[in-house]
C-alpha cells in the first residue's frame, strides 16, 4: 500500500519544480532546503546550494484578494535591496509567486527587542531612510482608506461590531484628509518578526504589503505593533525627524486605523477564525471598541 504524500512533501515538490522551471534558479533547484515556520500566508524555507544561502517564498495563491500586488512587491525589493534595507534579490516572480532572496544570517526580532530605546533609534532611522527613497515606477498606492471599504464590504450585513467600527473609520479618515501628506514607499507591516538583526544593522524584510503610500501610516503601524506609550513613541518620533508638528494631531487617527485594517484582514482571512488567530482578531476587536474616536 502507497502511503499518501505529506503536506511539507507536496510543497517541496512544488517549490523544486518552480525553481527548475526557471532558468536563474535552475542550478538551485537541488540544493538543500529547510522549512521556516511562522507565516499566516505564505510558505518559506532557507536553501543551501552552490556554496550560498537563500531565502525561498511560495506566496498564497489568494494573495491579490488581500490586497498584494506581486508585481509592484518586485519593484519594491529591488529599490529597497539596492538601499540596503532589505536582502538583496536574485530572482521575483510575480506570475509564479517565486521569491529568491540572499539569506540573512541574523536573529528576528521578539517584541522587547522592539521596545528598546537603542533598537527604536535603529528602526526610526531605517524608516526615515525608506521614506526618503525615490519611489521607482512600477510601485502601487497602498490607500488605507480605501483598502478598509474594500474589506468592510466583505464582512456580513447583520456584524454590528463592523459597521460601528465602519463609522468611527470614516471619521477618523475625514480627519486625516490628505493632510498634504507626500507619498514615499512604505513597509506598512512593520512587525517585530519582520526585522532581522545580524549584530551591526537590521533588515526589514516581508514586504508584500508594501508600495507608494502615506508615511504617517508607516509610522503609526510600528508604534501600534508594539504599543508604544509617550514616552517611547517620543524617542521614536525624535529619531525618526520626518513628523511635521501637524501631523501630530493626526497620529492617533492613524494608530487607530492600521489596527482597524488589521482587524478587517484577520475578518477576511480567517472568516471563521479558532486559536490565536481568533484571539487576536477578539483583541483588536475590543481595542478598537474601547477607543473614543
Same mark, same amino acid.
Given at each position: ?47 543551501d546550494a552552490n556554496g550560498a544561502r ?17 508585481? *509592484? ?36 526580532? #521578539?517584541?522587547?527587542?522592539?521596545? *528598546?530605546?537603542?533598537?527604536?533609534? $535603529?528602526?526610526?532611522? *531605517? ?21 478598509? $471599504? ?20 470614516a471619521a477618523a479618515f475625514a480627519r ?11 513597509? #506598512? ?9 545580524d549584530g551591526s544593522r537590521i533588515w ?90
Amino acid at each position: 500500500m502507497v502511503e499518501p504524500a505529506t503536506t511539507i512533501d507536496v510543497d517541496e515538490r512544488e517549490l523544486r519544480a518552480k525553481l527548475r522551471a526557471c532558468a536563474a534558479t535552475r542550478p538551485l533547484a537541488d540544493g538543500r532546503v529547510r522549512r521556516i515556520e511562522g507565516g499566516l500566508s505564505n510558505r518559506a524555507w532557507r536553501l543551501d546550494a552552490n556554496g550560498a544561502r537563500w531565502f525561498v517564498r511560495l506566496g498564497h495563491p489568494q494573495a491579490a484578494r488581500l490586497g498584494v500586488d506581486r508585481r *509592484s512587491e518586485c519593484a519594491v525589493l529591488r529599490a529597497v535591496a539596492a538601499a540596503g534595507l532589505a536582502p538583496s534579490v536574485h530572482v521575483c516572480e510575480p506570475a509564479e509567486g517565486l521569491l529568491v532572496t540572499h539569506f540573512i544570517e541574523g536573529r528576528t526580532w #521578539n517584541a522587547s527587542d522592539a521596545r *528598546s530605546l537603542g533598537n527604536l533609534r $535603529r528602526v526610526a532611522a *531605517s524608516l526615515r531612510r525608506l521614506h526618503e527613497l525615490p519611489v521607482p515606477d512600477g510601485v502601487h498606492e497602498v490607500d488605507y482608506g480605501r483598502q478598509a $471599504r474594500r474589506l468592510a464590504a466583505g464582512l456580513p450585513a447583520n456584524d454590528a461590531a463592523g459597521a460601528e467600527l465602519a463609522e468611527r473609520a470614516a471619521a477618523a479618515f475625514a480627519r486625516i484628509g490628505d493632510g498634504g501628506y507626500a507619498t514615499t514607499l512604505c513597509h #506598512n507591516d512593520l512587525h517585530h518578526l519582520n526585522v532581522l538583526d545580524d549584530g551591526s544593522r537590521i533588515w526589514m524584510v516581508d514586504w508584500e504589503y508594501g508600495g507608494r503610500g502615506n508615511p504617517l501610516f508607516d509610522v503609526a503601524s510600528f508604534l501600534t505593533l508594539h504599543d508604544l506609550g509617550p514616552d517611547p513613541t517620543e524617542a521614536f518620533l525624535e529619531s525618526y525627524g520626518r513628523l511635521r508638528t501637524a501631523d501630530r494631531t493626526h497620529l492617533d487617527d492613524a494608530r487607530w486605523l492600521f489596527d482597524y485594517v488589521q482587524w478587517l484582514w484577520y475578518r477576511s482571512r480567517f472568516p471563521d477564525p479558532v486559536g490565536d488567530e481568533a484571539w487576536y482578531a477578539e483583541r483588536l476587536a475590543q481595542r478598537l471598541l474601547r477607543c473614543n474616536n
